[in-house]
């Protein structure tokens, strides 16, 4: 059981692995395409946030937070093939900043195309964090079970 799980979060991680490894390559100066893509979503995103907050988002180079999610996708990955939870938590992390910036659906009129394909992606986006609560839910919880099986052996003894 523990290869099979070890094989699924290879399978798991390797989605972010490889496209932190993508993103790296293509970095460059600017941040590459990953920035090039990302800055005018996250303007409109920045300007829907402190419509509705009153919040001002700060400005910063976007290449600073393209390097910030390679990071977290590529070292989360990793650690979470080993079954740590702070790779999770990483994963977790970075699953925050990105979807509700790259897949802005909430932009467009529903019977536009962009608005498929943005909000396919949104809820795919949600499942691949379904999967990240799930496994740190199983993580917190599996020391609990261990100790109330070794606690039930113990009262039979």
């Known amino acids: 059981m523990s290869f099979v799980s070890f094989v699924g979060r290879v399978l798991f991680a390797s989605v972010f692995i490889l496209s932190a490894w993508q993103e790296f390559n293509d970095f460059g100066v600017h941040g ?4 090039k893509a990302l800055k005018p979503k996250f ?3 920045s300007k829907l946030v402190s419509s ?5 988002v700060p400005e910063f180079e976007i290449k600073y937070l393209v390097a910030a999610i390679v990071a977290f996708k590529g070292v989360g990955g990793i650690f979470f093939i080993f079954g740590s939870i702070i790779g999770a938590y990483l994963l977790v992390l970075q699953q925050f900043i990105v979807t509700p910036i790259l897949y802005d659906f909430y932009n467009y009129d529903m019977e536009k195309k962009e608005f498929g394909l943005l909000f396919t992606k949104f809820t795919q986006n949600l499942a691949l964090l379904g999967a990240l609560f ?5 993580k917190n919880s599996m020391p ?4 109330k099986k070794k606690a039930s052996k113990s009262k039979t003894v």
């Open 52 to 56: 509705h907050t009153g919040v001002e």
């Open 32 to 35: 590459g395409p990953a920035a």
């Open 144 to 147: 609990r079970r261990q100790l």
């Open 43 to 45: 303007k409109v995103f």
């Open 134 to 138: 799930f496994f740190i839910g199983m």
